[in-house]
């Protein structure tokens, strides 16, 4: 988000303003829109394309951060079980179930169909190395052996979501399944 820091009222114009926008955008990925522009967007949430142009630099910064608060949103708050073996298979499955519903299944899948080129970074891997990464800490700072970023990422993450893309089953029982996986390369 361009202007993170900025004071904002909790449930004032800018909140309802912003889910405005992220329905919308939501709305036009999940339809499969192939030219989603500043101008059509505007139109669906109702405001004007100036309020766009001010806070994204283009269209592609705004799917990003729409991504990132969709594919993350049920996640954010992590485990503090007291183990990381527990904490990473209550994680995983909290994004099984929440990449699982059809509103997330036809988003991911419509940003998927979208993408043409390849992406420098991808802001929804970003905060879920985060996420991770502070699991992992937690769990040195108990003395446990834990995997690394990379390999959670690569062998739990990624093939949650591989699955949800390509209509493949991803349910907590896989994901239990892959964090079983993962935690024979600690």
């Known amino acids: 988000m361009s202007d993170r820091g900025a004071a904002r009222r909790p449930g004032g114009r800018s909140d309802r303003v912003l889910t405005a926008i992220y329905t919308a955008v939501g709305e036009l990925v999940g339809t499969g829109a192939d030219r989603i522009s500043f101008p059509v967007i505007a139109e669906r949430a109702g405001i004007n394309p100036t309020t766009l142009y001010r806070r994204w630099p283009d269209v592609n910064a705004l799917l990003e951060e729409v991504a990132v608060a969709a594919l993350t949103r049920d996640g954010d708050a992590l485990p503090d079980t007291g183990s990381f073996e527990q904490d990473l298979t209550a994680w995983a499955s ?42 992992v800490r937690r769990a040195h700072e108990r003395g446990e052996q834990t995997p690394t970023v990379p390999q959670i990422l690569d062998h739990v993450i990624a093939p949650l979501y591989h699955h949800v893309v390509f209509a493949l089953p991803a349910d907590e029982q896989y994901a239990r399944r892959l964090v079983r996986d993962v935690l024979s390369m600690a």
């Open 94 to 135: 909290v994004i099984a179930r929440d990449v699982t519903r059809p509103e997330r299944v036809r988003y991911m899948r419509a940003m998927v169909a979208a993408r043409v080129d390849l992406v420098v970074h991808c802001a929804v891997t970003e905060k879920r190395g985060e996420q991770a990464a502070e699991m």
